[in-house]
């Protein structure tokens, strides 16, 4: 069975950083998409950076672009996800998300295994 736990949550002062922890057991993260998403409150899901673990260079949704940073880490089978120079936009509660195959980015109910979330608060 796959499980995805993210870590790393938690508040930060605007233009702080914080870093989250995307762990995979189940699945090994040498082959696969892995995505970060972030939901606000009262809107939709949506994909922050992703990254495939095999090949490709990082996408990242243009607010977050030059300010995160998606990294792997294969010895201990986790994806980061480096936040710097937060602002009060960045409030939400981010998961990470992984897909099987080579489609990479790929649409939302496209990736088969999610984690919980971890809050990111932001002060203003």
């Known amino acids: 069975q796959v499980h995805l736990v993210e870590s790393g949550g938690g508040s930060a002062p605007a233009g702080g950083s914080l870093t989250l922890s995307c762990v995979a057991s189940?699945?090994?993260?040498?082959?696969?998409?892995v995505a970060w998403f972030r939901q606000k409150s009262g809107t939709e899901r949506q994909w922050v950076a992703v990254?495939?673990?095999?090949?490709?260079?990082?996408l990242y949704l243009f607010p977050v672009k030059g300010r995160f940073n998606v990294f792997k880490d294969t010895v201990n089978n986790t994806v980061y996800l480096q936040m710097n120079n937060l602002n009060y936009d960045d409030t939400a509660t981010y998961y990470c998300?992984?897909?099987?195959?080579?489609?990479?980015?790929?649409?939302?109910?496209?990736?088969?295994?999610w984690g919980q979330g971890t809050q990111v608060t932001v002060a203003s």
């Open positions: 990254l495939h673990t095999n090949n490709g260079s990082p």
């Open positions: 998300a992984a897909g099987l195959g080579g489609r990479c980015p790929r649409p939302t109910p496209e990736y088969n295994y």
């Open positions: 189940g699945l090994t993260f040498s082959d696969a998409c």
